[in-house]
Every structure is written in C-alpha cells, then in structure tokens.
C-alpha cells in the first residue's frame, strides 16, 4: 500500500479581535482561550474543534466578571490570500455590568453577619458572579460546619432589579 500526500500550505492564526467588548480587553481574553495567536514561543495552529469552546470559555469568563448576560459569539475565521494566515474575530454582546447591591442572612443566631460576608466572593458592590453562588453556599456550610453546626441547612434566593443582585441566605442552624 501506498500513500500519496500532498501537504497543503501550513494555516496558522495570524490575530484574534473581539468586537464588542469596551470592559474587558481582548488581551485578557486571550488569555483565557484555548486558540493561541502564532509568536515565537507558540505554533498558533488552528484547531477548529476550539472555536466553539473558545466562544465557551469567553463567555463564562464575561460572566464571571458581572455581566450575566454577556454573550461571545461564534468567530469568523478570515484567510489571506496566500491562504497561510488566518484573522478570528469574536462577536462579544457584554450587556450591562450587575452588581451586588445587598447581601442578607435570615436565621443566622450564633454567626454575625460579618463572619458570614467574610468568606464569600459575592460581596455587597462587587461585580455579580454567577459561577460563585454555588462555591459560596459551600463556604458557608464549612463555616457552620467549623463552628460548630455539621448539619445547618442553607439556601439562596437571588432577586434581580435592573443592574443590582440581592442575595439572601436562609440559614436553618
């Protein structure tokens, strides 16, 4: 058996742009990607299969950062002439940056409310991260749990109005 392989030209990722993004810089961005930009320590080959989970990541990161409603589109991927080089752009749509307007403990008898803010990420008027929620029930366990309360039962309501979140912890000791 024989093959006969015909290598086409090598493609490589020239640049990656966003539009859309005024809060967050591109470089940030890139940092977060799975694509990489070809320079002289990185190939910058093009895997297609990372486009859609680059869009992925971008999001999530936007996400973390108080813009729930952000949305990263899928890229465009432009080829020169010579067809070796190739230009993604990134849609970004950010919405509106949410904040944490308050944070409430209902039913918390032997933890102040200090103790309590002290390990979450989602403070009063710091940037909403939904990613958090969960990780900051968990904390809040573990600091029961450390003190003395293994089987306290707690849950969150989030209310939206506009661009502020009030999240408010029951809290069964």
């Known amino acids: 058996i024989y093959f006969n392989i015909r290598l086409g030209p090598q493609q490589f ?19 977060q990607m799975l694509t990489r930009e070809r320079s002289l320590t990185k190939k910058g080959f093009l ?23 952000a949305t990263v589109g899928l890229p465009e991927v432009y080829i020169d002439d010579s067809k070796t080089k190739l230009d993604i752009a990134f849609n970004v749509d950010e919405g509106p940056l949410v904040t944490i307007g308050a944070v409430a403990f209902d039913g918390n008898k032997s933890l102040q409310k200090e ?5 979450l990420e989602n403070r009063e008027g710091s940037p909403f991260n939904e990613l ?6 968990e904390r809040l366990h573990f600091l029961y749990a450390d003190n003395g309360h293994p089987y306290a039962e707690i849950s969150q309501e989030i209310k939206r109005s506009e661009n502020k979140i009030d999240i408010i912890y029951q809290i069964d000791e």
């Open 47 to 69: 895997d297609e299969d990372f486009l859609d989970e680059d869009s992925k990541i971008a999001t999530e990161y936007y996400q973390s950062k108080g813009f729930p409603d």
């Open 132 to 137: 958090a929620l969960k990780q900051d029930e």
């Open 115 to 119: 103790q309590l803010i002290n390990p």
């Open 13 to 31: 990722v020239r640049s990656i742009h966003f539009e859309g993004n005024p809060s967050i810089s591109g470089k940030e961005l890139k940092k």
